[in-house]
């Protein structure tokens, strides 16, 4: 392989990790607070229908962008409401938030179908952009690719550096104790899902306006899904979680290439590669953690303050 090939493969793998990089962290950041939320496939097809829409009708791919984040915090302001105000089971709703999700998605896009727009355009940062191997790798990808490094690094540092993140935290471990302490419990996990729903709704709109222009039934591919196990494989920590979307983005990438290859490996079972990376990798960390529980104490469950 040259090395301008390898340059592109990496360049390629970053560009198909980002929507789980950025969706993985805003699951991430409503776990930790103890909401478990098995919608974010739902916000984010939504998210993707409603950025291309508003993208399409106004000519601003900003606008989309906005449109796109706009539509997970409304899935995931319903879904708060249903869980943390509510105290509806997380598991029931998260799937039925899918569900809404897909539904909303398949109206707002039904006008949609078969339209094209061009991709948001790439950075280039002069000189540095020209650097070998770095250069392309680093400095010349679209505002999507750098929110998504900027989540990680500033979420790494709002849950290990800050007050509010170390709150957060608490709300998550043991939230009785936590409203003992005067701690607004059902606040702070209100605020983590509408991150999280934003995140999801960001996503969306990278599949939608920049990844793959168009608007398609069905174009997050179980992405939302992958967000989830991400989160699980990530043992609830930014750093680890960018790296779990890198090893998913690279055996997508690979199963791409090895189709081009035309290896005589059945189609189908490269299709399910990156899937089945995904379920390997699981189950390795699973053994590993075997000992003891990992996920936020009360992860899940429902807080309703006593009155």
Not at 70 to 92: D, E, T, Y
Request: glycine share 12%.
């Amino acid at each position: 392989m040259s090395l301008q090939m390898f340059e592109l493969v990496l360049f390629t793998i970053f560009t198909a990790a980002t929507p789980l990089i950025i969706a993985a962290i805003g699951e991430l950041v409503s776990e930790r607070a103890g909401v478990l939320n098995l919608g974010v496939e739902g916000m984010m097809i939504a998210g993707a229908a409603s950025a291309f829409a508003i993208a399409i009708l106004t000519g601003s791919s900003w606008l989309g962008i906005l449109g796109g984040i706009g539509a997970g915090v409304c899935l995931s302001a319903i879904f708060g409401v249903l869980v943390i105000f509510l105290a509806a089971n997380q598991v029931a709703t998260g799937l039925a938030l899918t569900i809404l999700g897909t539904g909303l998605a398949g109206l707002v896009g039904s006008g949609f179908i078969g339209m094209k727009r061009d991709a948001m355009a790439h950075l280039s940062i002069p000189f540095v952009s020209e650097l070998p191997l770095v250069g392309k790798l680093l400095f010349t990808h679209d505002v999507f690719v750098y929110a998504g490094w900027a989540l990680v690094i500033a979420t790494g540092w709002f849950l290990s550096r800050t007050r509010a993140g170390l709150v957060l935290r608490a709300v998550g471990e043991n939230h009785h104790s936590a409203h003992a302490l005067g701690l607004p419990v059902r606040r702070v996990r209100f605020l983590a899902v509408l991150f999280g729903g934003a995140c999801a709704g960001l996503a969306g709109a990278y599949l939608s306006l920049s990844y793959t222009p168009f608007w398609a039934p069905g174009m997050t591919a179980g992405r939302g899904w992958i967000a989830l196990a991400l989160v699980v494989f990530a043992s609830w920590r930014p750093a680890y979680a960018f790296a779990g979307a890198l090893l998913f983005g690279g055996a997508t990438v690979l199963q791409l290439h090895a189709q081009a290859a035309a290896l005589g490996i059945p189609g189908q079972l490269l299709t399910a590669m990156p899937y089945l990376v995904t379920i390997i990798a699981l189950v390795v960390l699973s053994l590993r953690h075997r000992r003891g529980a990992i996920a936020p104490a009360s992860l899940g469950l429902s807080f309703m303050p006593e009155r």
